[in-house]
């Protein structure tokens, strides 16, 4: 635990831009008197995708996030690591290995095309199996 008593987990995609933002998010707003999350990329986009955010403000919950790298992270004693897609998996430093690792992958949802509806459609349909399932994950992980 740090100093504040709460578990650090750190959610990891490639872009950081779209699931792991939301997955940050998500959990300190649900989950914040138990964990704080933080989130990266292995090659950071440098935005937050805007749709990410207009999901999760759907649900009442505001992100201020930024694209972040994973380096800015190597310090940090994280109690557990969750890759959110299978490139961030395969790319995950071995120097992170000082929780636990779980794999969770979602589809991206900034690689959807179509209308403006149906775009939207995907960011809720990951930011909804987000909400359902990490706080799951989290609650059953053996940290």
């Known amino acids: 635990m740090n100093s504040q008593n709460k578990k650090l987990v750190l959610f990891l ?8 933002q939301m997955a940050e998010a998500i959990v300190n707003e ?11 990329g292995t090659k950071p986009a440098g935005y937050v995708h805007p749709r990410a955010l207009q999901a999760l403000a759907e649900t009442g919950i505001q992100h201020e ?48 095309t ?13 930011r909804d199996s987000i909400l359902r399932e990490i706080p799951d994950l989290l609650r059953d992980s053996i940290v």
Request: proline share 5%.
């Open 13 to 20: 995609c490639t872009g950081n831009s779209c699931r792991s």
């Open 30 to 40: 649900e989950m914040g008197a138990e964990w704080k999350a933080y989130s990266a």
């Open 65 to 112: 996030g930024y694209s972040k790298s994973i380096d800015e992270f190597r310090e940090m004693p994280f109690n557990l690591v969750v890759t959110l897609c299978d490139s961030a998996a395969e790319e995950c430093p071995v120097w992170l290995g000082s929780g636990i690792r779980i794999h969770q992958s979602y589809p991206d949802p900034a690689e959807v």
């Open 114 to 126: 179509g209308t403006e509806q149906e775009i939207m459609q995907a960011f809720r349909i990951v």
